[in-house]
């Protein structure tokens, strides 16, 4: 008898997220944390696993090291399996050709021979950079129920928005007649969310024909997706109503973040029936000493907090030193803030070093201060900076 999955799915994390600018100079999108104890890609994984989708391919490309490292085995995730699990799938050097990935396409289409060893009957497509809940075992049921080549995940966005998206133009039922990427002047306000369910061999057949067309960029949403609808097969939306959000600018990450805080967040990741893994490293528990205050915050282990927080989510082993205030920021790992430090309305991304006295941000733009940056003693930082190098003395 022939082992077969399902279903396999096919995760796109190999983006350089270039809007996230400081944040992913050395790291792969995908790969930055996110709510203190995850990183971006422990949504889709966890989705994979809570759905029962237990083969998952992983596509990787720019900055790919800690990525890798932090998937490993898949284990975090019970994605440690003999025959399907979580395998990492890099460009590699064929015996005619080495190629990076031309396009979300390309990249599919270069590991074929990745999902036919599976021998699917469906292959869910997924994006690497979106927070979200959502169970895939029913968008699978109303593909199959609809008897569709394709479905098309969506998500009502506002109209102000929906030029920033693919946007789907359905029939009642829910049938797509027309898509439209990214339109200046918007039909409707359904938006693609990237993530897409195809009948196995539909998708080989029109990987292929794409693959040949030297006139296609190699994208679903610009050159396959509309290639199909032109083509007459039968293409469908399921609309999705739960908290989604697209994290790949600077404000969109931050704003996700904060919607993790007060008795009753916009998004919950604290759900026993949909429970979120991830690969949390091994601390103590946090230390709050009495002079400390800390209010309306993420907190993790490890963390050592002598000073002031507020509506701020911190990642494992943050030091925040006496009379250092750190208000309305994310704080990624390993950061020390020294004694008298002010950071305000901030991202600091792992490794970072906050001298006394230094002032970071203000009361409007986002400042971000990249991995593993020195900021020295009584250094003023602007809102809406962007420090990628140390920043040792105040720059006149």
């Known amino acids: 008898m022939i082992r077969k999955k399902q279903c396999v799915a096919m995760l796109l994390a190999g983006g350089q997220g270039s809007r996230l600018y400081a944040l992913t100079n050395n790291i792969a999108k995908p790969a930055v ?7 971006i890609i422990d949504f889709p994984l966890s989705n994979c696993v809570n759905s029962g989708i237990d083969t998952v391919g992983v596509l990787t490309q720019y900055q790919p090291l800690i990525l890798n ?19 990492i799938l890099s460009p590699y050097q064929a015996k005619t050709s080495s190629d990076w990935y031309k396009g979300t396409a390309n990249a599919i289409y270069q590991n074929i021979h990745f999902i036919k060893q599976f021998n699917p009957d469906y292959v869910l497509i997924l994006s690497g950079d979106h927070i979200y809940k959502m169970d895939y075992s029913k968008m699978l049921r109303h593909h199959i129920h609809k008897k569709a080549d394709c479905t098309i995940a969506a998500i009502e966005v506002d109209l102000k928005d929906a030029s920033r998206f693919g946007i789907l133009n359905v ?39 794409d693959s040949q067309n030297p006139n296609s960029s190699n994208d679903f949403g610009k050159d396959v997706l509309p290639k199909m609808l032109e083509s007459g097969e039968k293409m469908y939306s399921y609309t999705f109503s739960g908290y989604w959000r697209d994290v790949g600018t600077i404000q969109s990450l931050y704003d996700a973040n904060m919607d993790l805080l007060g008795d ?49 989510v911190f990642s494992s082993n943050v030091i925040v030193k006496k009379g250092a205030v750190v208000k309305d920021s994310i704080i990624m790992s390993d950061c020390v803030i020294e004694e008298g430090a002010v950071i305000e309305n901030t991202i600091l ?48």
């Open 264 to 312: 009753n967040p916009i998004f919950d990741v604290s759900d026993s029936n949909w429970v979120i893994q991830s690969r949390s490293p091994l601390s103590p528990p946090q230390y709050l000493s009495p002079e400390s205050k800390v209010n309306n915050s993420i907190v993790l282990s490890g963390c050592e907090i002598f000073g002031t927080v507020e509506n701020s």
């Open 171 to 209: 029939k009642e039922d829910g049938e797509i007649y027309e898509f439209e990427e990214k339109p200046a002047k918007p039909k409707s306000t359904l938006a693609s969310m990237g993530i897409y369910i195809f009948s196995a061999e539909k998708l080989y057949k029109y990987l292929e024909e």
């Open 69 to 87: 490292d932090y998937i490993g085995n898949g284990q975090p995730w019970d994605l440690d399996r003999s025959f399907g699990g979580v395998h």
């Open 33 to 39: 944390s996110f709510g203190g104890k995850y990183r």
């Open 349 to 396: 991304d792992e490794n970072v070093s906050v001298g006394k006295k230094a002032k970071i941000g203000g009361k409007k733009e986002i400042a971000v201060v990249g991995r593993k940056v020195t900021i020295g003693d009584k250094v003023s930082i602007k809102g809406g900076a962007m420090i990628d190098k140390d920043l040792l003395k105040e720059v006149k």
